[in-house]
């Protein structure tokens, strides 16, 4: 339970703050260096782990497998700067909500093409998400309605002040 804690906590930090360096703050990066300036962190994480595991035969394994380990290590490269971008574009909120859809189409797929079992619990919990996303969707594109603001009455969320300011971009001030 400890190690799945400490590894929720770390990517949601990581998600956090990617959306922060990658489009909010002073500190503006793209995601290629996002992505370099993450990668000592994530690392010197893998050292501790595998220190704490070390095996001799470690580094046996790496010279019989490693003509898989290097296209894997381009692969996971990759897939952190899709990563970044997709930060970049929908938010830390969106990209983890990304993942619940992804998540539920793949069990959906091994349901239907390999006859997976689904229990009636998974199938209300994939439920609950499904509407959290699509809640959460519909709060982006209509904030202005009424089930909306009622929820946002609920939870005691400030008002956001449209008022334009000295941050406030000349197209934004045309909509206001």
Known sequence: FFFQLVSQCAECSRNVLGEVVLSGSDLKLDPLSYTLFVAPTCLLVLIVGTITTWSPDILVDLGKWWH?????AFLAFALNI???????E???????????CKDICIVLISCMFFGE????????????????????????????????????????????????????????????
């Open 82 to 88: 899709v990563v970044a971008f997709t930060i970049k």
């Open 90 to 100: 929908i938010s830390a909120v969106g990209f983890v909500l990304a993942g619940v």
């Open 117 to 176: 079992q689904v229990t009636a619990k998974q199938i209300l919990g994939f439920v609950v998400a499904a509407s959290g996303v699509f809640f959460w969707s519909y709060m982006r594109v209509a904030p202005s309605t009424q089930a909306v603001q009622l929820l946002n009455d609920l939870l005691m969320t400030p008002k956001e002040n449209k008022e334009p300011n000295e941050k406030t971009s000349l197209r934004e001030s045309n909509k206001v």
């Open 68 to 72: 898989y380990v290097l296209p894997n």
